[in-house]
């Protein structure tokens, strides 16, 4: 016969003993908290450390730690584990802001050829020069003790979306010009004097005027080779070419200027 516990009941609330049946019986929770819930059931129950300890097939020495955890501190206390800290940091606070200020600064800047870091080139220049600037704590960083400083502050310069640089010697110039430029066109739009409306057409080297060349040429490539096709049949029938150009281009759905037209009769 197990002897008899000499610690305190476990007094629960209707509330707190609801809550334990549903934690106890749940199935997307840690299997600890399970545990532990079954644990302070049980012991509010009646039922011994030992018993408790065979029924859940876990240790004396797990349930009387929860049980004094419980009764000292809480239920909710119970179930969860409490931070701790068995050791103090050996990288200090100051060490990680600079790996941070080093990780924002171009390798450039340093002598290096690169243009970004990698994890591998920023852990070698850290143990290189921890000890020169009064961080020994980083002497042995490796590339994961990096990521691990690095994923952890807000600022992320590993994470870089977008990168322009600016090669040219005369870009203040050329920025102030264009921006007198804009500035000029707002004023002359603000003028109520001009009884003529002003449009003004800005058109520079971007990405997307660039793209619609291409499309225009792949649509005039398509268009000149179901001409030639069609005057290959016009030929056939005998019939005049210049009769059934536009007739045939806007049969096929093609609004082309006369230009386009002319220009591929011309290459055929």
């Not at 876990?58 to 969860?80: E, F, P, W």
């Not at 994961?144 to 640089?165: E, F, N, Q």
């Not at 179901?226 to 096929?252: A, D, T, V």
Request: hydrophobic letters at 40%; proline letters at 5%; glycine letters at 4%.
């Amino acid at each position: 016969m197990a002897r008899k516990s000499n610690k305190a009941k476990l007094n629960l609330t209707a509330e707190q003993k609801y809550n334990l049946v549903k934690l106890s019986q749940a199935r997307t929770v840690p299997l600890q908290e399970v545990q532990r819930s079954s644990i302070l059931l049980k012991y509010a129950d009646g039922l011994g450390i030992s018993v408790i300890a065979k029924e859940l097939n876990t240790t004396r020495a797990t349930v009387y730690k929860c049980i004094n955890k419980a009764l000292s501190m809480g239920i909710d206390a119970a179930l969860k584990d409490i931070y701790h800290r068995p050791y103090e940091p050996i990288i200090t606070e100051e060490a990680k802001n600079w790996v941070i200020s080093l990780a924002c600064t171009k390798p450039k800047s340093l002598g290096y050829a690169a243009e970004f870091w990698t994890r591998h080139s920023l852990a070698q220049h850290v143990k290189s020069n921890a000890l020169a600037n009064g961080h020994p704590c980083l002497q042995k960083a490796n590339k994961a003790t990096i990521h691990r400083i690095i994923s952890a502050h807000p600022i992320r310069p590993d994470k870089i979306a977008y990168y322009c640089c600016s090669r040219d010697p005369d870009f203040d110039k050329k920025m102030h010009e264009v921006l007198m430029v804009y500035r000029e066109v707002s004023m002359n739009q603000g003028n109520s004097e001009n009884s003529l409306p002003i449009i003004t057409v800005s058109v520079d080297e971007k990405p997307g005027v660039q793209k619609l060349l291409i499309i225009w040429l792949k649509i005039f490539y398509q268009a000149q080779t179901k001409i030639r096709e069609y005057y290959e049949i016009i030929n056939i029938k005998g019939w005049e070419p210049s009769q059934f150009w536009h007739p045939l281009i806007c049969k096929m759905g093609m609004l082309l200027p006369k230009f386009m037209t002319d220009i591929a009769v011309g290459s055929l």
